[in-house]
Every structure is written in C-alpha cells, then in structure tokens.
C-alpha cells in the first residue's frame, strides 16, 4: 500500500505545471558569471541597452501566450420560414451569447521584461517585471 501512494504522488506530481516563476528565474541564473556574447547568444539580440557609469543593461521583452480561455460576446440575426400547409409561417430572430475560445491560450498574452546588468563585459544579475515570467 505505501508504494502506491508513493507511485501515485509521483504520477500527480508529473502533472503539475512546472512553468514557474521560479523555474524562469532558475534558467536566468544560469547566465549570472558568464559572458555578455553567452547572454546574447541564449536570449537573442536585446530589446534596449543603456550604459552608465561602466554599467551596461540589457532588456528583453517577451510574450507568453495566456493560459486562460478566451471569452467573446457576440450578437446574431436568423431568419426562418415554416411553410407546411396552408398556416405556414415565417420569422426573424435576434439573440445574443457568449463564444469561448480554446483552452489555454485564448486569453490576452502575458507579458515578460527581463533586465540583465554587465560589467566589464560579464553579467552581473537581472531583473525580471510581469506575469508571464515563467519557465
């Protein structure tokens, strides 16, 4: 019996999402030590730098798609005919509803900005600002 809780814990925890804020910020410690032509070469090409005082930043600004689903309104027009027999009819409707787009990544993408600080040519740390940080 207690392999099989311990399996079951393992198997449910396989399925965890392991895209974490800290996952991110694991994989952009990986950088911190190395060169600048290393960071470059992993992120691609930055969006802005700025240099001061010896210092250089470096900024990368990433989408990452929604997990959420998307929700649309919509309105709609139909029109009908029913013309059986002699007391057939005709008509027009007007409704309204709701559309949902598929799960997970439907929604509005989330955004990522990550600063990274050099010295000397060899990166010092980073920054990271919004939600969709993660790894």
């Known amino acids: 019996m207690p392999r099989a809780i311990l399996l079951l814990a393992l198997?449910?925890?396989?399925?965890?999402?392991?895209?974490?804020?800290?996952?991110?910020?694991q994989r952009m410690a990986g950088f911190v030590g190395r060169p600048e032509a290393e960071l470059v070469a992993g992120l691609g090409v930055p969006s802005r730098s700025y240099e001061a005082d010896g210092r250089r930043l470096l900024q990368w600004d990433f989408l990452a798609p929604s997990t959420t689903p998307a929700v649309y309104p919509s309105i709609g027009l139909g029109f009908g005919s029913f013309g059986f027999g002699r007391g057939g009819g005709s008509g027009v409707g007007v409704g309204t509803g709701l559309g949902f787009g598929s799960l997970g990544g439907g929604g509005v993408p989330q955004g990522c900005s990550v600063i990274f600080e050099t010295r000397d040519g060899t990166v010092q740390g980073f920054n990271r600002n919004g939600p969709g940080c993660i790894a």
Not at 11 to 25: E, K, M, N, V, Y
């Open 11 to 25: 198997l449910l925890g396989a399925c965890a999402d392991s895209r974490t804020p800290q996952a991110f910020d």
